[in-house]
């Protein structure tokens, strides 16, 4: 069975960066794309990029253009997502999620604390 | 950037009953357009894809309509274990987006 299962929670400081992993299982990772959607303390969830499977490439949110990363290692079926200079309004919890014309699978979420 | 709004953003319901919710696009998306089921504490579970394709092992009382800007998700005959908060996705075009979210408290 497809399992997405991403690195623990995190607490940074202001202007610090953080590394989120998602390692994945029970698919070919290298075929399907991978996104990123994060999601506020009791608010809707927010798509960040994602990294395409047909070229390799990462898109991301205008938003968080210039300060997020989105990579994998194909050899260690794992996707990676650092976001740099935390503010205390990206305190949320960070998701990996498969897609396949449209998200389909999810990773147990990563939470990410920007705090002084 | 396609925006999703759904309707309501909160309801309070008692079992048995018929729930209905809707998503609207600010723009045609065809059928591309899904649903999620979140649980507190629990990541988003896909419930219907492309708009009215149902998906293995979701209950047959999930079901899902529309094209083009107008979308709705039912559930039939409501049951306690679906309190949850409901989103709509587009994958029409990038950037996907999401809906606000309607949360279904059960009664």
């Known amino acids: 069975q497809v399992q997405l299962v991403q690195s623990g929670a995190e607490v940074k400081k202001p202007g610090a960066s953080v590394k989120v992993s998602c390692v994945a299982s029970?698919?070919?990772?290298?075929?399907?794309?991978m996104h990123w959607v994060r999601q506020a303390p009791g608010q809707s969830l927010e798509w960040m990029g994602w990294i395409n499977a047909g070229n390799g490439n990462a898109e991301f949110s205008q938003k968080f253009q210039g300060r997020v990363t989105i990579t994998w290692d194909t050899s260690a079926s794992t996707a990676y997502m650092e976001l740099r200079s935390l503010k205390s309004e990206d305190t949320a919890v960070y998701y990996c999620?498969?897609?396949?014309?449209?998200?389909?699978?999810w990773g147990q979420g990563t939470l990410v604390t920007v705090s002084s | 950037e396609i925006v999703l709004t759904q309707s309501p953003d909160f309801q309070s319901v008692t079992p048995k009953e018929k729930v209905t919710i809707t998503c609207r696009a600010s723009q045609n998306i065809g059928t591309s357009l899904h649903w999620y089921q979140q649980k507190p504490d629990q990541s988003p579970k896909l419930l219907i894809k492309?708009?009215?394709q149902s998906i293995s092992g979701v209950p047959s009382r999930f079901s899902g309509s529309g094209s083009g800007t107008d979308f709705t998700l039912t559930i039939n005959s409501l049951e306690a274990e679906d309190a949850a908060a409901y989103y709509c996705h587009q994958s029409s075009s990038l950037p996907y987006t999401f809906g606000q979210g309607t949360k279904l408290e059960i009664k």
């Open positions: 492309y708009a009215s």
């Open positions: 999620a498969r897609d396949e014309l449209g998200i389909d699978y």
């Open positions: 029970g698919y070919t990772f290298s075929y399907y794309s």
